[in-house]
């Protein structure tokens, strides 16, 4: 992988938005993904889609901070995708389309 990095490719996950399975508009600008806290409220994260698409060809959606990143199909099936360095990301309870 490092060797692949230092040569120049583009990684997986960063694939250009030309390569979404279909047009991006055709997937929403924001999703809330609800990951379930032990004995307090559900903790909610808005993800906004960015210009790149993910190995399964699908948006990558980041939150404001850019920690919370993933990969959610047409289908609303959603891939976590670690930010940093010794990540174990959690996969949401639910993920919800928000309307703008």
């Known amino acids: 992988m ?10 997986r996950a960063a694939v250009p938005a030309e ?16 990951f379930q806290a032990p004995a307090v409220e559900d903790d909610v994260v808005i993800v906004r889609r960015t210009d790149r698409a993910g190995a399964g060809g699908y948006p990558i959606y980041e939150d404001e901070s ?9 289908r609303g099936e959603v891939r976590m995708l670690a930010s ?14 928000l309307v703008t």
């Not at 490092?2 to 990684?11: D, K, L, N, S, T």
């Not at 390569?19 to 609800?34: G, I, N």
């Not at 850019?66 to 047409?74: H, K």
């Open 2 to 11: 490092a060797r692949a990095a230092a040569a120049g490719a583009v990684p």
């Open 66 to 74: 850019g920690i919370v990143r993933a990969e959610i199909s047409d």
């Open 19 to 34: 390569q979404y399975r279909e047009a991006p508009m055709d997937y929403p600008e924001l999703y809330e993904l609800v």
């Open 84 to 97: 940093g360095g010794h990540q174990a990301p959690r996969t949401p309870l639910l993920a919800r389309r």
